[in-house]
């Protein structure tokens, strides 16, 4: 018995040596991965999508999603997510805007003036259809992008802006608004647009089936795993550390 179990003892401390071995491998590899040089914080601004309103598991949402897969390159960058449910274009606005008639003031503390203030090397923000469902004219929505952005740029901060996402509005001029908006937001900020329509809409603007969360306004769980993927693909850590 003895002969017999000492090369199984054998066989086994030498596989016990190669997952060792196999684990150090792994442990190197991850460590080289890792890029500890790029410190701060990536500032989201935006309404139910970015807030996480979609997914039946919170931890699916985009921006979870996001956060989690930066630590494991850039464990020094956080992912900070200011985005409210029904925000528009002018609830982040500066605190000292003043809006026109009928329409909403910025909400102090989820605009762009309080991600400004938290230092960020890098603002994203996500407005999906909120505008269009208010029927904002496209030129005060543009106004309301372009002061944002000036105000990121005096800042030297960059901004990644998504395009408008797909929605099932039943009026006509909603949704050719929907599409105007995904266009000029496309043109307006490439490189640094997001395309959050394209993977997700119909022919006609609506949202596919396989991917609405049951509202015909939310994407699920399967689509922010999709929008994850598209703001990783975007390179934004491995952009900042080129502008810098």
Not at 14 to 27: H, M, Y
Request: charged share 15%; aromatic share 8%; glycine share 4%.
């Amino acid at each position: 018995m003895k002969f017999v179990a000492l090369p199984l003892i054998l066989c086994l401390v030498a596989a016990c040596n190669e997952n060792d071995t196999s684990a150090a491998g792994n442990s190197a590899r991850t460590a080289q991965r890792l890029d500890y040089s790029l410190h701060g914080s990536i500032v989201v601004l935006g309404s139910s999508t970015s807030a996480g309103i979609g997914p039946k598991q919170a931890k699916n949402a985009w921006v979870p999603r996001y956060r989690a897969r930066l630590a494991e390159r850039y464990p020094n960058v956080t992912v900070l997510n200011l985005a409210v449910g029904g925000q528009t274009t002018f609830h982040i606005q500066p605190t000292d805007y003043t809006p026109p008639p009928n329409r909403p003031a910025p909400v102090s503390n989820k605009n762009i003036t309080a991600a400004l203030a938290l230092g960020p090397i890098a603002i994203i923000i996500n407005l999906p259809s909120n505008d269009q469902a208010a029927n904002y004219p496209w030129s005060e929505q543009l106004a309301n992008y372009d002061r944002v952005a000036r105000l990121a740029a005096a800042a030297h901060v960059p901004l990644w802006v998504s395009t408008s996402q797909p929605r099932n509005f039943n009026d006509p001029a909603q949704l050719h608004d929907l599409a105007r908006a995904r266009e000029a937001l496309a043109q307006k900020f490439a490189p640094r647009t997001l395309d959050f329509w394209t993977p997700f809409a119909t022919a006609n603007g609506w949202v596919q089936g396989r991917y609405d969360a049951g509202d015909g306004t939310h994407l699920n769980d399967e689509a922010h795993a999709i929008l994850a993927d598209i703001v990783e693909a975007a390179h934004i850590p491995e952009q900042l550390a080129t502008i810098r």
